[in-house]
């Protein structure tokens, strides 16, 4: 069985984050909870669930990301047996359903895939858990691609999963909101193999600190429509 790690972002998610360590199945080697500035019992209900807390306090879910990854390489040097094979990457607001991370990581261990999207699907999506303003932006910014690139993605889901000497090949370098979009632009101009799985969604436990917010929403569209625009003349 591959060594797989996971990765959570989580900025203040003390009421959910229990939940999604508790659920995540038990053939991972070690789930990785990076507190992004958080000021409540986050931290603390992290590591009661058994998960391995870091602190970033530079705001933004790419700097979470990265710090988790910096993490992993540092522990791979000074232990080589240590090195996952497959990193998961999953929101700690509950939302997604970390018992589906079997069948996020599938495509890669069955069919050798490099990279594994969760596609949040109407049909498996629960009522009012994406605003209209995702859904708008998750098309849009899928369009782009298709038009651009002739990928065929339709989502930009967070709970997805990639081969871990793949995605350091990516060099990802996006500190906020353009995180999984530059995953899956990168991924697109390296020529990686990638396919989507559909996963269930529900409304997540807690305020969205992006989606829930109009300023939020907006530097979002912007950051991932600059990334799409910036690869497609490159």
Not at 9 to 16: G, I, R
Not at 40 to 67: F, H, M
Not at 135 to 162: E, H, Q, V, Y
Not at 173 to 199: F, H, I, N, R
């Amino acid at each position: 069985m591959p060594k797989i790690k996971v990765i959570i972002p989580a900025f203040n998610e003390q009421d959910s984050i229990a939940k999604v360590i508790q659920d995540i199945p038990s053939l991972v080697e070690e789930v990785i909870v990076v507190s992004n500035n958080s000021t409540d019992l986050t931290e603390v209900n992290a590591k009661q669930a058994g998960a391995t807390v870091l602190t970033e306090n530079r705001k933004g879910y790419g700097y979470a990301c990265l710090k988790g990854m910096d993490y992993i390489a540092s522990t791979s040097l000074s232990n080589p047996l240590k090195k996952p094979d497959i990193i998961v990457f999953l929101d700690g607001d509950y939302s997604d359903y970390p018992e589906e991370l079997t069948k996020i990581i599938a495509p890669i261990i069955e069919d050798n895939i490099d990279l594994v999207i969760g596609s949040r699907v109407k049909e498996l999506r629960e009522d009012g858990a994406m605003t209209p303003q995702q859904i708008f932006g998750n098309w849009l910014a899928t369009k782009l691609m298709s038009i651009f690139f002739n990928a065929k993605f339709t989502d930009l889901g967070p709970f997805r999963a990639i081969k871990y000497e793949k995605l350091l090949a990516l060099n990802m370098v996006d500190k906020t909101y353009g995180w999984t979009v530059e995953m899956q632009l990168k991924a697109l101009k390296q020529k990686l193999s990638y396919t989507e799985v559909p996963v269930n969604y529900r409304n997540r436990i807690g305020v969205s600190k992006v989606s829930g917010t109009i300023k939020g929403s907006i530097f979002a569209g912007v950051k991932i429509l600059s990334w799409i625009f910036k690869y497609s003349f490159k």
